[in-house]
Structure formats: C-alpha cells, structure tokens
C-alpha cells in the first residue's frame, strides 16, 4: 500500500525522487525517505509525516546523485516515526531497501539473525528481510543479486522492493510479489514506481514486472530474472496517460476534480461501445466470451470496499435483467473459506487499481479450480487484469482521491453494459425495454453534468449537519447499495460514524438511534419501491429524525417530508445509481473540507490495498 520511486540515470536524481513521492502520496502518507547513492557514500534521509515534511528538512543539504529510491508509507509492522520510516540501512551499511508489502514469517528470521549478533533499529519486517539479504551475500560470498534471489525464495508474504549497494553506483534491483511495479524506459535512464504517475513525465514506454521476477536496472540495462535465474524477455508497453490527468487542474482537491470528471469518465466508459442509434453494445472481452457469460449457471462477484458496492448494484442488474444467479463476495472472506466454485463458473473481479491483494488471490484460488475470470479494473497492465481470461477497462482515468468516486461510475457504467448484453443474448429482456434502457444508459453523463452545474444547496446542507455525531443511510432496491456506498464515503472523508441499511431493514433495530440529533439520508429517487419508501420516511419523521433526501427531480411527495432534499434527473432504476450516488459523493467531500480534513488523504487509509 506503500508508494515506491526510482531513478538511475544521467540526471540529479533527487528532484525526480521526490516529485514521484508526491505524487504516490495517495498511497501512503505517515511518513517518508530516501536514499541517494554518491561517490560511494550511501546516505539515508526520513521522517515521520508527508512528503513535505522531509523535504522541508533536506533543504540546504548535498542532495547530488544519479541514482536514488524514494518511499512513501502506508504502516503495517511498526507505528509511524522517523525509526521506522523506509528506506532502512543494513547492519553494515552497505545496503539500503526500501519495501512495500508486509513479511509474514519475519519473527523467526529475525530471531535467528539476532543470534547472530545482528542489530535492528527499527521494529518493521523490511529492516528483517534486509539484513537476511546481507546475511545471505556475506555467508555465500555471492552477488547481491544472488543473496536477493536466494532470499526471495525463503521469505512468505507480499513485497515489491527497491535495493541499492553503496559500491554499485548504477544498480537499482527490484523484485514483486503481490504489489505493483512498472519501470519507465528512458534514453540513457531508467525510472521505478509503483505505478506510472511519477514515470509518465519523463516516458511513455514502461514495463510491468510480474510476481517472482527480479529487475536489474540500470541507466542503459534493464534486466529481468525469474527467481530460478531465468532471464526474462521484457514487455513493453505503451502509456495510455496524459500528465495533466494526475494534476488538480485548479481544483482545490483531487476528489473534487474527480467527481466534476465524471460526465467525462463516464461518456469515455461508454464512448465506441454503447451506440444508441443501433442498439449494440462493443466489449470484445464481452463479444469473445459470450457463450460461457450466457451459459453461466452462476455468477460470482469478489471485490473490496467502494468495488464490493459495485458488486451489489451489478447482482441486482444481472439477476432481473439475465436470470442468473449472482452472488457478491467480500475477497478478504472468500479466499480464506473454502468456497464451492464449479467448472464454468463465471468469477468477475472488481477492482480499481487491479492490484487489491485479497481480490488476486481469490482469482487465482478460482482459477485453479476452473472458473472462467472476468475482470472490471481501471488501471491497464494491472495484476488482475493480466490473470484474467477476460474483462473490461472503465477508462475512469487515473484516480488520485483516497475515496474512490469516478472509477466507482466507471465500474457501475461497465457493468450495466455487460448485463445489458448479457440479457439481450439470453432473451431475457424485451427489445423494447432493452432499446429504452440503451437510451438511458447513453443520457447518464449529461445528467450528471446537471447535478454538478450547481452544488450550492449540498454545500449548504453539509455545514448544516457537518458537527453529527452519526449518520444513518437508508435504501430500497437498487439504492440499497447507494447507500452503503454513501456511508463508507462519509466515514473514510469526514470520520464520522455512518451505517448502511435497507430501508425495510430500519425497523429490525436501527430505528432505536433516531432522535432529534440523527440525520438520516433517505436514498429515495422514484422506482418500483417508491411508495414503501414513503413510509419509512414518515416511520423516521414520526421519531423527530432529521431527514435528509436523495430524490428525483419533480417530485413533490419526498421533499415534503423532508428537512433537505438534494435532486437528481429522472432515469431508469436500473441505472439510477450512476445519478444517485453523486450528491452523496459532494456530500462527504464538504463535510469534509468543513471540518478541515484533508479529503485526499483521509487518516489511516491508502490508495491500493496490496497487503492483506
């Protein structure tokens, strides 16, 4: 969860260093260093805090390198300082590594290199594996890159790493297993992250290493090994990002920016694939695969917070309109019991950045037992992606905001699309409704762009209830989910406690929190459940809630009863929740920034999750 920079080229690499560390920051933020290689002077520079933090402190300093790694921290082994802030120093000094992932059997290793006389300085696992590494180099009297591979190959758990040798002035090793790592090729010069933003300012060409490979970089060499010293031919790849996409753009916050993108996200998740006009819908990955989709006697969906709500909408899509049964999975729960998966069965993985960790490991748990994979992700050349059969990008764009917004449309745009095709191929819905549901479909970002001409009122209705102890979201149907989703944007932006419930479901408990100091938002847009969520708004009334309401446009019965309304255009049930979800993304954001909260980086959370 942890972001990662390298440079070794003919430029300073300090600059470069750190202008990657902030923007990876959304990774990770509780503290961050670096470590710059010159004249055989390996010297380390961290502190607790943001990127900002150290940078303020290095100011004045002889930063000059060529080569340089860089690390922001999300913390997992030891609590955030300057101690146990990467990157970490052998016990010689000889070596520095940097590391993202978390080691599982650290303690024994440890103990045995404690044993031996080995010091440790700080109480995280990657100080561990680093010495294990010196360890290993110093017994064999091999080549650091044989103690790295012999290391590798004992250690359990997740790393992507980063390794600097203080008499090898041009070597960055690196190494993946179960988080990310792309390598920029430059003229002359080679760049490292965890993913592109910090790379896509100096090259367009990258290469995405896979789990068990070890990189040797080098400013004219890039070399990649299997852990069985197998060297490896490198993929290149050709960015399909622009620089001003990882910008604010004049926004005060990433999160913003990204929720007024998405009329654009959306429409460029729909554009060459949804064609109105005809009817059809265009998703090769879809189009290749139609048989086993359309045949599939059950659907499995895993995914992770904001993608696991996805998951709820697209089982209530899939099963009304296809007839088949879905069933939606938390991937931290499934991949630890031993669910029962069928040949043929279609396993469809949600998730933003493709890398979650708890998501690969139940595809590849899955896929061993022969279920067919289908991945929705966002980020091209991603982990899940690549183990997948088959699947969808949502083109959302690169996504900065801690709070998932955009990808969350792309992926619901993504996945109306799929069921809609689905469901026309299996004949299971009329081609009237389907015609009708295409037209709607394509209307979507010029809706949203209605509700963002003008956020006054949800401003306005954020510092009313932005000092709520509690907030309770309601649901029915397909607002059901909406509401979880608007709950979980409201504790990650704002910390404030919020819960999730159907609407129905408020009587069975709930409803014992409702006073006069509860706000309640009522996800009430018109639909097949309107009247019975009528009744629960009057059930909140009745109990002095306040009530806040999600409604459509033109209706007169819920604002009425409500204390606050916020409006969306009219649409199809089905897909309502692309409009629905809006106003309660504006709605965390403000509370938000009106309790002063930094909405990009919310406490305690991070960007991917590539750590159990």
């Keep these: 969860m942890c972001g990662i920079v390298g440079y070794t080229g003919p430029r300073e690499a300090y600059p470069i260093v750190l202008k990657g560390l902030k923007r990876l920051e959304y990774r990770g933020y509780d503290s961050t260093g670096v470590a710059l290689l010159d004249n055989g002077h390996l010297n380390v520079y961290k502190k607790k805090g943001k990127v900002a933090e150290l940078e303020e402190t290095l100011i004045g300093k002889d930063l000059h390198s060529h080569i340089g790694i860089g690390h922001t921290r999300w913390a997992t082994h030891g609590e955030p300082s300057d101690r146990n802030a990467h990157p970490h120093l052998s016990n010689s000094g000889e070596l520095a590594m940097l590391h993202n992932g978390i080691i599982e059997n650290y303690v024994p290793i440890k103990n045995d290199l404690l044993k031996k006389g080995y010091t440790f300085k700080s109480d995280t696992d990657t100080e561990v594996l680093l010495n294990f590494i010196e360890d290993i180099k110093k017994n064999n009297n091999c080549s650091l890159e044989e103690a790295l591979r012999i290391a590798l190959k004992r250690i359990v758990g997740a790393y992507c790493i980063l390794l600097v040798e203080q008499n090898d002035p041009e070597t960055i090793y690196a190494a993946r297993k179960g988080s990310p790592l792309v390598i920029g090729i430059g003229k002359g010069e080679h760049f490292l992250a965890s993913d592109a933003s910090p790379i896509i300012e100096y090259t367009k060409e990258v290469v995405y290493v896979n789990d068990y490979e070890i990189a040797i970089v080098r400013p004219d060499e890039l070399i990649l090994k299997n852990l069985g010293n197998e060297k490896q031919t490198p993929f290149i790849t050709k960015l399909d990002m622009e620089l001003a996409s990882i910008e604010k753009g004049g926004y005060d916050h990433f999160m913003l920016k990204e929720i007024h993108e998405q009329p654009d996200t959306i429409h460029d998740c729909l554009r060459g694939r949804l064609l109105p006009e005809t009817g059809q ?302 106003p309660l993304q504006l709605l965390s954001y403000y509370v938000g920034i009106s309790k002063g909260i930094d909405v990009d980086k919310p406490r305690n959370l991070a960007k991917s999750v590539t750590v159990e």
């Design 281 to 582: 819908i265009i998703m090769s990955g879809i189009d290749d695969n139609l048989e086993a989709l359309v045949n599939a006697q059950r659907i499995v969906i895993v995914a992770c917070g904001t993608s696991w709500h996805a998951g709820l909408i697209a089982e209530y899509m899939i099963e009304e309109l296809c007839r088949i049964p879905v069933e939606v999975e938390y991937a931290s729960e499934f991949r630890y019991r031993n669910p029962i998966i069928n040949r043929g069965d279609v396993i469809v993985a949600i998730s933003q950045s493709g890398e979650t960790a708890d998501t690969l490991v139940a595809l590849e748990k899955a896929k061993e037992q022969g279920a067919f994979i289908l991945g929705v992700v966002n980020v091209v050349g991603s982990s899940i992606a690549r183990i997948s059969h088959a699947g969808a990008y949502t083109h959302a764009g690169h996504e900065i905001g801690v709070a998932s917004t955009k990808a969350f449309t792309g992926q619901l745009a993504v996945l109306s699309m799929m069921a809609l095709k689905i469901a026309y191929a299996k004949a299971t819905i009329t081609e009237e409704r389907y015609m009708q549901l295409v037209r709607d479909l394509h209307a979507i970002p010029e809706k949203v762009k209605e509700i963002l001409k003008d956020t006054s009122n949800i401003k306005a209705i954020a510092e009313k209830y932005k000092d709520a102890k509690d907030f309770l979201f309601l649901g029915r149907g397909y607002n059901f989910p909406v509401a979880l989703e608007g709950a979980l944007k409201l504790k990650e932006i704002s910390y404030i406690h919020a819960e999730g419930y159907p609407a129905a479901e408020m009587k069975h408990g709930p409803i014992a929190l409702v006073d006069e100091n509860l706000p309640v938002v009522f996800v009430a847009t018109k639909d097949s459940y309107y009247e019975k969520i009528v009744s629960n708004v009057q059930e909140i009334k009745a109990r002095k809630g306040k009530v806040i309401a999600v409604a459509t446009e033109g209706d007169e019965v819920i604002p009425g009863m409500s204390n606050d309304v916020m409006f969306v255009p009219d649409t199809d049930e089905v897909i309502a929740p692309l409009l629905s979800t809006i």
